[in-house]
């Protein structure tokens, strides 16, 4: 183990890590590696236990190989959002050499999916491009609410464009009114993405999901009468996002103006 001794905002990151020192001493070290290597020669005298320590260290390397390539992504789209937003290498640098810019990196770092790359590397630029030692505890919230959605839900909050006229549905009078205004949106995604109806669910799911995070609410907007029959009724809603929906997609938005 290892042990960073206290940190000062003066200091640069690269001096903090040669200031690490062990804890632990050779001996315990020693003695630590030892038992391990007892056990791996017992272990080895069992049959099938080498082909499963194979797997396993396979296993390990096809992991490690994973997160490498999931880091190198992020950074890639990080540089790109970064120079687009012509943040400059100070800024980049001072953000690198504090504890807060290293702590909230490593937080946005452990909630990367290979399906969030992008969203998440935007959110990393829109933090390094703020006041981040101010917004500390700001921006950890935001991280927090995001790694509570599940990815396709990010993906859809990122890109959400404010519905610029009501969502008008037919309902019967004892029909839920969220599920259908959530139905009749999802529809709607679907048809504005281009997307087949075998992802209906998925974004039926993710905007369920927002509703139920309250980052999304639909507001009544008028009756529009009854049908024929006098059973059903058209109602129309505005989508929008909450307050605490739109600070969240300000981090990760891809429609920027």
Known sequence: MAEITEFTKEKKFSDILKEITL????????????????????????????????????????????????????????????????VSAQKREDFFDSFQGIDLYSKVRKQVDYSTINEMGTALAFIINSDFENQFNEHNFAIAQLSNLSPYTIKVLSDWVQPQFPIRILVSRNSPTDENWISNLSLNYCKQKSYNKKFLNLVTFSINELKSSGLIDATYVADHGDDNRGILKAKSFNVKLTNNGKFLHNYIKTNKP
Do not use: F
């Open 23 to 86: 804890t632990k001493s050779e001996e315990n070290e020693a003695r630590d590696k030892a038992a391990i290597k007892k056990g791996k020669d017992t272990l080895n005298l069992v049959p099938g236990v080498k082909q499963l320590q194979s797997l396993v260290s396979w296993e390990t390397d096809a992991q490690k190989t994973i997160e490498d390539e999931k880091t190198k992504r992020l950074l890639c789209k990080l540089h790109r959002d970064l120079e687009e937003m012509k």
